[in-house]
Structure formats: structure tokens, C-alpha cells
């Protein structure tokens, strides 16, 4: 970042709000979508990608990462330009802001990850209907200062990112014995008879995954039961 | 006529938007409480993806591919503009989400009352730019074609969320453990649909 780049954004949050940079609130920003508000399990925003890509760890993890890009920068650009979007058309400005950085990042991976980029196929471009990144724009960054965006959209895409690390963990590990594509379950417990449960790497069991993720995470924290 | 018939069968069953790609869950799972909002939204995404597939294809298939600029002239003909596929696809969609939305406000407001917010999420839901993304992989090679699998794809999405929202007004009378209530419960019930559309897998016509 150039330094006038630099002055100009300090400039931006000193003069919005007057609080420590890392104040108990903006701390909660970044801290409250990993449990109580996460993106997937409680608003239920952004699932569709969230399945999808999670049979191996390494996809989730680069999906995770481009999440966090697009997400951050998306709510910088968008907290900067807020008060000049017109209210009418802004969801159409905020799909243009999302897919020219999501088309940066399908860019980039073809270039320097192209497996990768082969695997994850067509869910990098759907980062741009993913509705976690559309929902957080519309609900925090059209209202609030540029550092408070950019650590709502870094802790949203953190929320986001661990639930699918955590699935892609448990379909990967128990699925094909693997972590990373190196293999972790000792040979002789295969030889024991212990076989990979084929099951986890189909489809339905990311569903049946995240279910028992939100069946773990509302029995430990009883305040996000639903009233059926 | 057969490969359409076939592609119809297999866009609804085997390569089923909800239960095989999970596209368009986040809408899938938040209008479902209701069998009455369920359809109106199944019919919403219909539409817009039999519009928006073909559209989309035309614009694929002329104006961005290496080559598909030569009707312009023989000097276009070299131009790669398959970068700018992202931001013309959901330009399309989200002009058509509005026709859709103008034309439910003219003819039925009630639906549109009862659909409120959830139309403009038509526009983000991923089932439709889904669809339009799919084109390069899947060998669709003419517009007939390519609305053929966008209705079906549509068709299928419509099942999907017909079914759920059916389950969702039953199981209210249900005893479920309290931590596994509303969502939690959703998404097993979802992974065993799912599990149950996969024997579809390899059927043929």
C-alpha cells in the first residue's frame, strides 16, 4: 500500500470512530461469527459452497483463503464507496465490486494453482452468489466504518472458513484415511480390518455433517435453540 | 429428441441442483418453513433459470470464446474475452430477477407479498449462476439444448425445495432433541434425500 493510500485510511477510522483499534467491540467482531453468529450454522448464509468442496482438505483450505480475500476487500470497498451507492442499485454494485475480485482470484489460481483450480471448478465463481459475502455487505459494511468492515469480513470468512475445515477434516480423514493427501491411519490398523468409510465421500454426508455440527454446537451453547 | 429427453431426466435426477451440487441452499433452506412459499419461490427459480441458461449460452457462445466474435468481423476473431464470463453471466441474471420481480408485483401481488425479500436473493442464488457455469463444463452445444437443462435444472431445484418444505410441515408435529431442531435437522433430512436421489444415479433413456 502506497503511503498516501495509507494516510488516507488511517485518516478514515480515526476520524469515524475515536475507539482503540482493537476495542472490546471490534474484538467481538472478529471473534463472535466463529461461534454465536457463525455464517453457516446460525444465519445459514453461504452453505451451497461450503458442501460442495469439502471431501479433502486442501480445496476447503483454498477456498477458505480466497474467501477471506474476496470478503475483506469486498467490505472495504463497499464501507469506502457507501455513502456514494445510490440505494437502489446497489446490489447490482455489489456484484460488480464481487466478481471483478472474484474473477482476480480465479485468475490467479489458474496461473500459480491449477489443480487445485481444476478441483474446486466452478465453486471459485460461485463465490459470487455465495450469499455469506452479499449478506455482509448489505448488513454491516453499507453502515459501518471501514476497519469495522474489514474485520467484520475477516471474522465472517474465519466463521465461514472453519466449519468447512472442520467437514472437510472429518470426510477426508474418515472417508479415505487421509489428511492433506498423505496418509494418516497407520497401515496396520488397516490390516486389522479397519476399512475407510466410502460413504463420507459422497455428497449427502457433507449434509449430514454440518447437521451434527449444529447439533454439537446448540447443545453446548442452549441459547441458539430454535423454536422449532 | 432422445438426447433432450435424456438431458431433461438427467438435469432433474442424477446431476439434481440441490441434492448432487448442494446450489441454492442458503434459499432452499431459509423459504421452506412453508409449502406455500416453498412453490412460489421453486416456480421464481424455473423461470428465471429457462431464461437465463439460453441467454447465457448465446452470450458464451458469440461474444466471449476465442473465435465467437467473427461475425463481427474476421480482425474480432482472435479476442479472448472469457475473463469477462463472471461479471456478464450475473449481469443477465440480475435483469432478469427484476423482469421477475416487476411481472410477480403486476399479476400477483399476493405472492409477492409473501415472497418480499427473498425475490432479489433469486439474483445471489447460486443454483442460477450455477446453471450458466455449468455450460462449459457440460457438452451442451446448442441453445435448445442449453434450455432444455436450464428448465430441467429448474424443475429439479423445484422438487427439491417442494419436498423439503412438505418434510419441514410435518416434522413441526415431531419430538426432535432440542439442540437438533429447525436447521440442524434440515440438513440430516436433506443428506438423506440426497442419499435416497443418488439411486437415479446411472439411469439412461
Redesign the interface.
Known amino acids: 500500500m502506497s503511503e498516501k493510500n495509507k494516510n488516507k485510511s488511517s485518516f478514515f477510522f480515526i476520524s469515524k470512530n475515536s475507539e482503540p483499534i482493537f476495542s472490546k467491540k471490534n474484538r467481538q467482531l472478529l471473534t463472535d461469527p466463529l461461534d454465536d453468529n457463525n455464517p453457516i ?1 446460525v444465519q ?9 468442496i469439502t471431501v479433502q482438505l486442501k480445496p476447503a483450505i483454498v477456498m477458505t483463503m480466497s474467501v477471506i480475500f474476496v470478503m475483506a476487500s469486498s467490505n472495504v470497498i463497499i464501507s469506502l464507496l457507501r455513502n456514494l451507492i445510490p440505494n437502489r442499485i446497489r ?2 454494485v455489489f ?2 465490486v464481487i ?2 475480485l ?2 482476480l482470484v ?2 490467479v489460481l489458474r496461473a500459480y494453482a491449477y489443480d487445485v483450480s481444476k478441483e474446486l ?2 465453486f471459485i ?2 463465490i ?4 455469506i459475502v ?1 449478506g455482509r455487505l448489505e448488513a454491516f459494511a453499507l453502515g459501518n466504518g471501514v476497519w469495522k468492515s474489514f474485520l467484520d469480513g475477516i471474522g465472517n470468512a474465519f466463521g465461514y472458513g472453519f466449519i468447512l475445515i472442520l467437514v472437510a477434516f472429518f470426510r477426508e480423514l474418515l472417508g479415505s484415511g487421509k489428511l492433506m493427501g498423505v496418509q494418516v491411519i497407520p497401515d496396520f490398523i488397516y490390516e486389522m480390518g479397519y476399512e475407510d468409510n466410502g460413504l463420507m465421500l ?7 455433517t ?3 455440527i ?6 453446548r451453547n ?1 441459547k441458539l ?4 | 429428441m432422445e438426447q433432450y429427453l435424456n438431458l431433461f431426466i438427467k438435469s432433474i435426477f442424477i446431476e439434481n441442483m440441490v441434492f448432487a451440487y448442494f446450489l441454492g441452499m442458503c434459499s432452499y433452506l431459509a423459504i421452506s418453513k412453508t409449502l406455500k412459499n416453498g412453490v412460489g419461490m421453486g416456480l421464481a427459480v424455473i423461470f428465471v433459470l429457462t431464461v437465463t441458461v439460453p441467454i447465457n449460452y448465446l452470450i458464451w457462445e458469440y461474444l466471449l470464446v476465442p473465435g465467437g466474435l467473427e461475425w463481427i468481423g474476421p480482425e474480432y476473431a482472435e479476442l479472448d474475452l472469457r475473463f469477462l464470463s463472471l461479471i456478464m453471466f450475473i449481469a443477465v441474471i440480475a435483469s432478469m430477477v427484476q423482469l421477475v420481480e416487476m411481472i410477480i408485483e403486476k399479476f400477483s401481488p399476493a405472492l409477492y407479498g409473501s415472497l418480499g425479500i427473498f425475490l432479489p436473493l433469486i439474483a445471489v442464488n447460486c443454483a442460477i449462476l450455477g446453471g450458466s457455469l455449468f455450460l462449459k463444463i457440460k457438452d451442451i452445444t446448442n441453445v435448445s439444448e442449453a434450455t432444455v437443462y436450464g428448465f430441467g435444472s429448474g424443475v429439479g431445484w423445484f422438487l427439491a425445495i417442494v419436498a423439503i418444505a412438505a418434510i419441514r410441515e410435518k416434522i413441526a408435529y415431531s419430538n426432535i432433541p432440542a439442540p437438533l431442531r429447525g436447521l440442524g435437522i434440515t440438513f440430516i433430512i436433506t443428506g438423506l434425500m440426497a442419499i435416497g436421489f443418488m439411486s437415479f444415479m446411472g439411469i439412461k433413456l
Open positions: 450454522t445459514v448464509l453461504g452453505i451451497c459452497s461450503a458442501l460442495a446490489i447490482i456484484l460488480v466478481s471483478s472474484v474473477a480465479d485468475e471448478s466452478i465463481g460461485l459470487v452468489t455465495n450469499c452479499m459422497l455428497s449427502p454426508m457433507a449434509l449430514i454440518v447437521g451434527l449444529i447439533w454439537v454446537q446448540r447443545s442452549t435453540i430454535e423454536e422449532n
